[in-house]
């Protein structure tokens, strides 16, 4: 499999998931969830026009690109110009809302003066293993390429022209294949299609579909294609326009006028993505939320990222809450999270979002304390006294954890304090983790004082609160005085990140923004954010993690911003806040998404297109700056 680093565009419904580049090329195709199971290597759709070879959709020298989505929702539409026949093909690719297929629609005008007799060719590759190894077979007039597990099929309503199961690299070139076999062990296999001869000035239309089905029993699956050819695509296409134009309707929940200038066009434009891509990274069934639709597979830069970590997914969950997504929120916390928690009351540092562990190479606190923050969090948005109660339990347990690890710091036994930093990079005590679990214990008096009054009754419980109440304040103080001994250094007049370095961390802001341990206007803030502006800042705009950070070269973050913005707003500046918030804007892809880092020469993405985390600190920007 080659290295697919950069998903241009993303669509999709609940189960089903694709990314394409910029040029129409289909990278990856998820289902029954986004984060599992992906099954494409390549799928190469070319045309041959007239004694041609094959001419790739995806890469000829005569080609020219034009991608949008059809707007408010997650349709993608490739306008692909050859210039060399004067030929324009659209490509629409969509995922109906009720149909868990991938419908390609492939639209073709001859813009020449000469008849065009065209011809489309799909070869397919699927990712293949030893253990669950990729055949193909050529069935009622379906490519099927199959596993132990699992079939692709690629079908038309329309007849093929052709089919090769084996060599299709041997024959491809030519634009035109065949062969013998109509089964074999090949795990790349090639169709194609008759579009005729296309008068000038004329107009043809083909729809591919490329349908997964977990049980390939033979039977079953070709009355499920044959169901599938019935549908009215035209329709379909329309019904899943509506379906997501309906959806941002009802989830906008802050107004932008777009009207006002290009800015705000892509302000709009940011906005309205982040709708549209959140359904696509919730699995619906447990409530994970993954971090972003994968890049890296082969952990050639990193160690991937379409898993759920905690800590992202409470980020993410704030911005649900502004979208009027709560109910995403609530399943969350009370389905994902309860379920994912270990019987000592600690969350791993990730997992896949069917509540899986996924690899991992330590634990990370702040994923505990993020979670309990997170649930009275969403309850300052709702008032939800109910959603309190039914997660009390998840977050005593949480808070116990929690404080074993506060005293052994405390104590210096060394069983606990020392875990993974928000960057997952260095094992120590750090300045972030302790200002998350702070807020965790902060949290939960608060959601000891909601739910007090419904256990009048029960003189335990009201001493059990009692305790923990008194033992919490204290640690709280314990926190505060350890921070200030431990993690201050006196001669840079400066917060330091852990107690092993000096370098200065966006996420030393953690300390103000959103976990409150000190107020903004303090001394000890002000000189450390000073430090910041001085060692972090690019001269972009943009502003590093940290000091020294050389993680895919070493980029400005878009969160990294957005939390400095957030600082700014607690402080009540505004124009520095909208500085920080303007890079993240000019930061975004044409379809609106944002990276998690940005190359600090052209401002185009450097890593992870459509950063869940991203999208939710924008989000939450946005709101507090219109706000």
């Given amino acids: 499999m080659r290295n697919k680093y950069f998903n241009d565009a993303i669509i999709g419904n609940k189960n089903m998931v694709a990314s394409f580049t910029q040029k129409g090329e289909l990278l990856r195709l998820f289902y029954p969830q986004s984060d599992y199971k992906q099954f494409i290597d390549f799928l190469n759709v070319g045309i041959k026009i007239n004694d041609s070879g094959i001419i790739y959709l995806h890469d000829d020298i005569n080609n020219s690109y034009d991608q949008y989505y059809s707007k408010d929702t997650n349709v993608l539409n490739t306008k692909i110009n050859n210039?060399?026949?004067?030929?324009?093909?659209?490509?629409?690719?969509?995922?109906?809302?009720?149909?868990?297929?991938?419908?390609?629609?492939?639209?073709?005008?001859?813009?020449?003066?000469?008849?065009?007799?065209?011809?489309?060719?799909?070869?397919?590759?699927?990712?293949?293993?030893?253990?669950?190894?990729?055949?193909?077979?050529?069935?009622?007039?379906?490519?099927?390429?199959?596993?132990?597990?699992?079939?692709?099929?690629?079908?038309?309503?329309?007849?093929?022209?052709?089919?090769q199961i084996n060599n299709t690299n041997e024959s491809i070139p030519s634009g035109v294949i065949g062969g013998k076999d109509y089964v074999g062990m090949s795990n790349d296999s090639s169709i194609s299609y008759d579009i005729g001869t296309?008068?000038?000035?004329?107009?043809?239309?083909?729809?591919?579909?490329?349908?997964?089905?977990?049980?390939?029993?033979?039977?079953?699956?070709?009355?499920?294609?044959?169901?599938?050819k019935l549908l009215d695509t035209k329709q379909e296409l329309e019904n899943t326009k509506r379906y997501w134009r309906k959806y941002v309707k009802n989830h906008q929940s802050i107004e932008i006028d777009e009207e006002k200038s290009d800015y705000h066009k892509k302000i709009k434009n940011i906005y309205t993505r982040t709708i549209l891509l959140y359904p696509l990274i919730i699995n619906e069934t447990t409530g994970g939320i993954s971090a972003a639709i994968e890049v890296d597979e082969g952990r050639t830069k990193c160690g991937r990222y379409s898993y759920c970590w905690p800590r992202d997914a409470v980020s993410i969950t704030e911005a649900f809450d502004i979208l009027k997504m709560?109910?995403?929120?609530?399943?969350?916390?009370?389905?994902?999270?309860?379920?994912?928690?270990?019987?000592?009351?600690?969350?791993?540092?990730?997992?896949?979002?069917?509540?899986?562990?996924?690899p991992c190479w330590g634990y990370q606190i702040d994923e505990t304390a993020s979670v309990v923050y997170g649930v009275y969090n969403h309850y300052l948005k709702t008032k939800d006294e109910k959603f309190v109660k039914?997660?009390?339990?998840?977050?005593?347990?949480?808070?116990?954890?929690?404080?074993?690890?506060?005293?052994?710091?405390?104590?210096?036994?060394?069983?606990?304090?020392?875990?993974?930093?928000?960057?997952?990079?260095?094992?120590?005590?750090?300045?972030?983790?302790?200002?998350?679990?702070?807020?965790?214990?902060?949290?939960?008096?608060?959601?000891?004082?909601?739910?007090?009054?419904?256990?009048?009754?029960?003189?335990?419980?009201?001493?059990q609160i009692a305790k923990a109440n008194r033992r919490l304040d204290k640690k709280l103080r314990q926190i505060k005085e350890y921070i200030l001994m431990h993690l201050y250094n006196n001669n840079q007049k400066t917060f330091v990140r852990n107690t092993q370095d000096n370098k200065m961390d966006i996420s030393l802001l953690g300390l103000v923004y959103p976990f409150k341990v000190f107020k903004?206007?303090?001394?000890?803030?002000?000189?450390?954010?000073?430090?910041?502006?001085?060692?972090?800042?690019?001269?972009t705009g943009g502003y590093l993690r940290y000091e020294g950070d050389n993680y895919i070269n070493g980029n400005p973050w878009i969160i990294s911003n957005l939390?400095?913005?957030?600082?700014?707003?607690?402080?009540?500046?505004?124009?520095?806040?909208?500085?920080?918030?303007?890079?993240?804007?000019?930061?975004?892809?044409?379809?609106?998404?944002?990276?998690?880092?940005?190359?600090?020469?052209?401002?185009?993405?450097?890593?992870?297109?459509?950063?869940?985390?991203?999208?939710?600190?924008f989000t939450i920007t946005m709101q507090r700056l219109i706000n």
Avoid at 198 to 207: L, N
Avoid at 526 to 531: K, P
Avoid at 571 to 598: I, M
């Fill in 326 to 358: 709560e109910k995403a929120t609530e399943k969350f916390y009370k389905n994902f999270c309860k379920n994912t928690q270990n019987k000592d009351g600690m969350w791993e540092q990730r997992f896949y979002t069917d509540g899986t562990l996924a």
């Fill in 198 to 228: 296309i008068k000038p000035g004329e107009k043809k239309t083909i729809d591919i579909f490329i349908y997964i089905n977990e049980n390939s029993k033979n039977k079953e699956l070709l009355e499920k294609l044959e169901e599938i």
């Fill in 563 to 617: 939390w400095l913005a957030n600082y700014y707003l607690d402080r009540g500046e505004k124009k520095k806040a909208q500085k920080c918030f303007d890079f993240a804007v000019k930061s975004s892809t044409k379809h609106g998404f944002l990276p998690e880092q940005v190359n600090n020469q052209d401002l185009s993405p450097a890593w992870v297109i459509g950063l869940g985390w991203s999208h939710a600190m």
């Fill in 520 to 539: 903004p206007t303090e001394k000890k803030i002000e000189n450390t954010v000073e430090r910041m502006n001085l060692t972090l800042r690019t001269y």
């Fill in 83 to 163: 210039s060399y026949f004067k030929i324009d093909i659209l490509q629409t690719d969509f995922v109906p809302t009720k149909e868990n297929v991938l419908i390609k629609r492939y639209s073709f005008e001859n813009n020449n003066n000469i008849d065009l007799n065209v011809s489309l060719l799909l070869h397919s590759g699927l990712l293949t293993n030893s253990n669950n190894q990729v055949s193909g077979a050529f069935k009622e007039n379906a490519l099927m390429q199959y596993t132990h597990d699992y079939t692709v099929s690629i079908f038309s309503k329309e007849k093929p022209l052709s089919f």
């Fill in 390 to 463: 039914d997660n009390l339990k998840m977050c005593e347990k949480a808070v116990h954890f929690l404080e074993r690890y506060i005293d052994d710091i405390i104590e210096g036994t060394g069983k606990f304090g020392k875990s993974y930093d928000i960057w997952e990079e260095r094992e120590d005590i750090h300045t972030y983790s302790l200002a998350a679990i702070f807020a965790a214990f902060e949290a939960i008096l608060k959601m000891y004082e909601i739910v007090k009054p419904q256990y009048e009754e029960n003189r335990l419980k009201l001493e």
